[in-house]
């Protein structure tokens, strides 16, 4: 069943609307989860997985148990327009949580999928990275919550999840405002903005149907070999960015594990023909994020690895 949980008509006689797909099952389960994606608008990758849930779902709707719901794009207006904030306000939705039902548009989308998702047990909230980032499937939890997501996470067939320390702008965000309401809420970042890397969507789609098929939501024998994933409960993160301006060319794919020292890219000058920073590993590690647009500053960041601590 489509549902629309959130409507306000804009200007040029344009109309925002918010809409989930629910699928209604065994009456006798009152469980709830809910799949949200489409928060940032240049984030595409939530896009497809929505569709593979909604179409495999509604084939198997008679194996459904309790209710799952799917939120395919949050920021509708935000994915016609290819852009990550909230036209016309230009603000980050993810930013504005709980929100308000008297406040700004974003705060009202905001408010009104909370409401809509309050009282799920579960929820899972899609995201790609930004244009100008590669990351592999990964989920990310702040410390506070890793005892209760952790178990969930493990089934989600990613390759790493990222136990982050609290910070302050992280409060603003769906999934913090949700664990606070008590639905245990995971973020899932993969692939890069506005492009849809298929074979990361599949590798979540089947990661989230044996989630619905090991914690009941669907009763299916099926059998899923998912990925262990790599677990940053014992090492350190390391943030590689530009020493100076160019166009930087990686060396190596993301998802490997590299040595320290290991040449990763450079930054190379077009003008004067030369390498300006030659990108070395600081660490043995696993590299979970590599820069995908070329063009850097000072400062920007080329990659991300994880070391794991031995003892």
């Given amino acids: 069943m489509i549902e629309e949980i959130f409507s306000i008509d804009l200007r040029v006689s344009e109309k925002l609307a918010v809409k989930r797909h629910r699928h209604t099952g065994d009456k006798s389960s009152s469980r709830r989860i809910s799949i949200v994606s489409g928060i940032h608008g240049d984030e595409l990758e939530g896009q497809m997985v929505s569709f593979l849930l909604n179409e495999f779902l509604t084939e198997h709707k008679d194996k459904i148990k309790g209710i799952i719901d799917v939120y395919p794009?949050?920021?509708?207006?935000?994915i016609d327009s290819i852009v990550r904030n909230v036209p016309p306000t230009d603000v980050d939705l993810n930013r504005v949580f709980p929100g308000s039902p008297e406040g700004?548009?974003?705060?009202?989308?905001?408010?009104?999928?909370v409401e809509a998702v309050k009282g799920s047990d579960i929820a899972i909230d899609i995201h790609s990275s930004n244009i100008f980032l590669m990351e592999i499937p990964q989920i990310r939890i702040s410390e506070e919550?890793?005892?209760?997501?952790?178990?969930?996470?493990?089934?989600?067939?990613?390759?790493?999840?990222?136990?982050?320390?609290?910070?302050?702008?992280?409060?603003?965000?769906?999934?913090?405002?949700?664990?606070?309401?008590?639905?245990?809420?995971?973020?899932?970042?993969?692939?890069?903005?506005?492009?849809?890397?298929?074979?990361?969507?599949?590798?979540?789609?089947?990661?989230?149907?044996?989630?619905?098929?090991?914690?009941?939501f669907l009763d299916l024998?099926?059998?899923?070999?998912?990925?262990?994933?790599?677990?940053?409960?014992?090492?350190?993160?390391?943030?590689?960015?530009?020493?100076?301006?160019?166009?930087?060319?990686?060396t190596i794919k993301h998802g490997n594990?590299?040595?320290?020292g290991q040449q990763i890219g450079k930054v190379v000058s077009p003008l004067h023909g030369r390498v300006v920073h030659n990108v070395l590993s600081p660490a043995n590690g696993f590299l979970f994020t590599l820069r995908e647009y070329p063009v850097v500053y000072p400062g920007s960041l080329l990659a991300r690895i994880y070391e794991e601590k031995n003892g």
């Fill in 221 to 250: 024998d099926l059998k899923f070999s998912v990925r262990k994933p790599i677990v940053s409960t014992n090492g350190t993160v390391h943030f590689i960015n530009a020493e100076a301006p160019g166009i930087f060319i990686p």
């Fill in 104 to 113: 700004s548009l974003p705060e009202r989308i905001a408010y009104a999928l």
């Fill in 257 to 260: 594990w590299v040595k320290k």
């Fill in 73 to 78: 794009s949050v920021n509708s207006v935000g």
């Fill in 145 to 216: 919550n890793a005892d209760s997501l952790l178990p969930i996470a493990e089934k989600l067939n990613v390759d790493f999840i990222w136990i982050h320390g609290a910070v302050t702008v992280l409060k603003s965000t769906f999934a913090h405002t949700m664990n606070q309401l008590g639905t245990k809420t995971l973020v899932v970042e993969m692939g890069v903005g506005m492009r849809i890397t298929q074979e990361y969507c599949y590798q979540l789609f089947d990661g989230i149907i044996n989630l619905l098929v090991q914690e009941g």
